[in-house]
């Protein structure tokens, strides 16, 4: 009973993910962003056209980059673990603030840090660019930590610009606290958000050229000659006018996706999230529905922009807003390490965070069971055995001239046979 509960317990508190927090400028909308109906966490379609396909992840979305419109979801907003796809809002903070050409030193604690590496060895040089492929391709650490270093305020000043630029594109389901897009205490994002960054990153010639390059090479420990290493997003090996973007796995996250098509002049972007396996083939069969049925479906919602956002909040649209260490707002790259940021928890009648209710009950309910589980009655203690009577005792008997002591020899009792049948000459005698 006790390992069951423990087991309950942890599996509760490892589905549940940490509420803590969304992009630091916070929601203006009042409803669901992009429209009302990408407000659940069922599977979303229009009337016209095939129906979508059944695909494997917990979330995805497919919609027109050009257009912005949403053409099918499922669960959209849900706030789940992003993996690697996180790294897509790295880049959107670090390319337009680093000069490509510059050259980086490699470090221990880049070569060091945990997950997956494009190979960066201490003491080896790197241009800006070179970090850049390995971040896109090989989806390397490594390099993001080399490329945030490198930055001004490092990576704690990253992270905050990486939560101040989702709040100004709109990604109101997006919290950072790693920029390598590992699991950590509230890291999140949602489908919705990663169509945002993956639409504002296309924007970028320089993004889209890396996401869409197959293969690069890269310098080996010492210099000692060069290896290839491949794009990981295998859509860009396998599917017609595909654009690649980002793949991204951990044990938590599961497998999570961003991929990107062209044809016909029209550009497809779709997302997953919290998918077992064979993410890229669900990503190829949205796309084909996609590209099927995108003149015959009405939208469902629309990805909305940074004007959107600031009329929202009825200003103009402006770069994302920080807050330097003298305490001054601005737009500049001063950005402090933390930021006071909160997370909308939406209350529904039956889920929280895209999650039911008793998901959040299970870990208190099998702590309560443990503590006043029934627990059997001490037993009693044992009745103490009669001593036995000493050697010596005995002795003394047989050799008593005392008349009892002649009568116990007379006994019956075991004890007094015994000691007529005694060798001692003594004790014969006087047994007769």
């Given at each position: 009973?006790?390992?069951?509960?423990?087991?309950?317990?942890?599996?509760?508190?490892?589905?549940?993910?940490?509420?803590?927090?969304?992009?630091?400028?916070?929601?203006?909308?009042?409803?669901?962003?992009?429209?009302?109906?990408?407000?659940?966490?069922?599977?979303?379609?229009?009337?016209?056209?095939?129906?979508?396909?059944?695909?494997?992840?917990?979330?995805?979305?497919?919609?027109?980059?050009?257009?912005?419109?949403?053409?099918?979801?499922?669960?959209?907003?849900?706030?789940?673990?992003?993996?690697?796809?996180?790294?897509?809002?790295?880049?959107?903070?670090?390319?337009?603030?680093?000069?490509?050409?510059?050259?980086?030193?490699?470090?221990?604690?880049?070569?060091?840090?945990?997950?997956?590496?494009?190979?960066?060895?201490?003491?080896?040089?790197?241009?800006?660019?070179?970090?850049?492929?390995?971040?896109?391709?090989?989806?390397?650490?490594?390099?993001?930590?080399?490329?945030?270093?490198?930055?001004?305020?490092?990576?704690?000043?990253?992270?905050?610009?990486?939560?101040?630029?989702?709040?100004?594109?709109?990604?109101?389901?997006?919290h950072v606290t790693d920029p390598t897009g590992l699991d950590g205490d509230g890291q999140l994002s949602s489908a919705y958000d990663l169509a945002l960054f993956a639409r504002a990153g296309l924007a970028r010639p320089d993004f889209r050229r890396y996401v869409s390059t197959k293969l690069i090479t890269y310098p080996l420990a010492d210099n000692a000659g060069r290896y290839q290493v491949a794009n990981q997003n295998s859509l860009l090996f396998?599917?017609?006018?595909?654009?690649?973007?980002?793949?991204?796995?951990?044990?938590?996250?599961?497998?999570?996706?961003?991929?990107?098509?062209?044809?016909?002049?029209?550009?497809?972007?779709?997302?997953?999230?919290?998918?077992?396996?064979?993410?890229?083939?669900?990503?190829?069969?949205?796309?084909?529905?996609?590209?099927?049925?995108?003149?015959?479906?009405?939208?469902?919602?629309?990805?909305?922009?940074?004007?959107?956002?600031?009329?929202?909040?009825?200003?103009?649209?402006?770069?994302?807003?920080?807050?330097?260490?003298?305490?001054?707002?601005?737009?500049?790259?001063?950005?402090?390490?933390?930021?006071?940021?909160?997370?909308?928890?939406?209350?529904?009648?039956?889920?929280?965070?895209?999650?039911?209710?008793?998901?959040?009950?299970?870990?208190?309910?099998?702590?309560?069971?443990?503590?006043?589980?029934?627990?059997?009655?001490?037993?009693?203690?044992?009745?103490?055995?009669?001593?036995a009577p000493s050697a010596a005792a005995n002795t003394a008997c047989r050799r008593s001239s005392d008349p009892c002591d002649q009568a116990c020899r007379r006994s019956s009792d075991p004890c007094d046979q015994a000691c007529r049948r005694s060798s001692d000459p003594c004790d014969r005698e006087r047994s007769r």
């Amino acid at each position: 009973m006790r390992v069951f509960l423990t087991a309950l317990a942890a599996t509760a508190l490892v589905a549940v993910p940490a509420a803590t927090a969304s992009a630091a400028d916070g929601n203006p909308f009042t409803g669901p962003v992009g429209g009302t109906r990408l407000g659940t966490t069922a599977t979303v379609e229009s009337e016209g056209g095939q129906p979508p396909p059944v695909v494997k992840a917990g979330a995805w979305l497919i919609a027109d980059i050009g257009t912005g419109e949403v053409l099918a979801a499922k669960a959209p907003h849900a706030q789940l673990r992003p993996a690697s796809t996180l790294k897509t809002l790295t880049s959107l903070v670090l390319l337009p603030r680093l000069n490509k050409t510059d050259k980086i030193v490699g470090k221990y604690e880049d070569a060091a840090i945990e997950g997956s590496k494009v190979g960066v060895h201490p003491g080896l040089t790197y241009s800006v660019d070179l970090l850049f492929q390995g971040l896109f391709l090989a989806s390397g650490n490594d390099a993001v930590n080399a490329l945030s270093s490198h930055d001004q305020g490092g990576v704690p000043a990253t992270i905050a610009r990486m939560n101040a630029t989702a709040a100004h594109l709109g990604a109101f389901d997006t919290h950072v606290t790693d920029p390598t897009g590992l699991d950590g205490d509230g890291q999140l994002s949602s489908a919705y958000d990663l169509a945002l960054f993956a639409r504002a990153g296309l924007a970028r010639p320089d993004f889209r050229r890396y996401v869409s390059t197959k293969l690069i090479t890269y310098p080996l420990a010492d210099n000692a000659g060069r290896y290839q290493v491949a794009n990981q997003n295998s859509l860009l090996f396998k599917y017609d006018g595909a654009i690649g973007v980002k793949t991204g796995y951990t044990t938590l996250a599961r497998n999570t996706f961003i991929g990107a098509a062209t044809r016909d002049g029209h550009t497809l972007v779709v997302t997953l999230l919290n998918s077992p396996h064979g993410v890229t083939a669900d990503a190829a069969t949205l796309l084909d529905w996609g590209f099927a049925n995108r003149d015959k479906v009405e939208p469902i919602g629309r990805l909305i922009t940074a004007t959107d956002v600031a009329a929202a909040r009825g200003g103009q649209a402006t770069k994302p807003r920080v807050v330097n260490r003298a305490g001054t707002s601005g737009h500049e790259d001063t950005a402090p390490a933390t930021q006071p940021v909160r997370v909308p928890v939406h209350l529904g009648g039956t889920d929280i965070l895209g999650l039911p209710i008793w998901l959040f009950l299970l870990p208190p309910a099998a702590l309560a069971l443990f503590y006043f589980r029934p627990r059997p009655a001490p037993a009693p203690a044992p009745a103490p055995a009669p001593a036995a009577p000493s050697a010596a005792a005995n002795t003394a008997c047989r050799r008593s001239s005392d008349p009892c002591d002649q009568a116990c020899r007379r006994s019956s009792d075991p004890c007094d046979q015994a000691c007529r049948r005694s060798s001692d000459p003594c004790d014969r005698e006087r047994s007769r």
